[in-house]
Nanobody, 121 residues
Framework: QVQLVESGGGLVQAGGSLRLSCAASGTIFSINNMGWYRQAPGKQRELVALITNGGSTNYADSVKDRFTISRDNTKNTVFLQMNSLKPEDTAVYYC???????????????WGQGTQVTVSS
């Protein structure tokens, strides 16, 4: 069994910063891509940032130059540093990870439970 547990959400004023963390635990052989998604009320879930196991990153245009994704492979953890937050960043943020539980697995996608980020104007 694999679990992804997020932390670090909360309420912040516009212009402020938050750092999200997501730790994977359980039976894990290796982790490929890890990412952060968000879903605002009435909107579809959208990709925020993605990081490969080699450290290559990709960002949504709306968060480039403000958000930074990183990972600690020794702790199976992915981070999202969010700076210069705007009210439109308000959403539930979800992490996901493509995880191989055993050496011959193809890998499966796992999701965290989500953490609320609210940015007040």
């Amino acid at each position: 069994q694999v679990q992804l547990v997020e932390s670090g959400g909360g309420l912040v004023q516009a212009g402020g910063s938050l750092r999200l963390s997501c730790a994977a635990s359980g039976t894990i052989f290796s982790i490929n891509n890890m990412g952060w998604y968000r879903q605002a009320p009435g909107k579809q879930r959208e990709l925020v940032a993605l990081i490969t196991n080699g450290g290559s990153t990709n960002y949504a245009d709306s968060v480039k130059d403000r958000f930074t994704i990183s990972r600690d492979n020794t702790k199976n953890t992915v981070f999202l540093q969010m700076n210069s937050l705007k009210p439109e960043d308000t959403a539930v943020y979800y992490c996901n990870a493509n995880i191989k539980r055993r050496i011959y697995d193809l890998g499966s996608l796992y999701w965290g439970q989500g953490t609320q980020v609210t940015v007040s104007s």
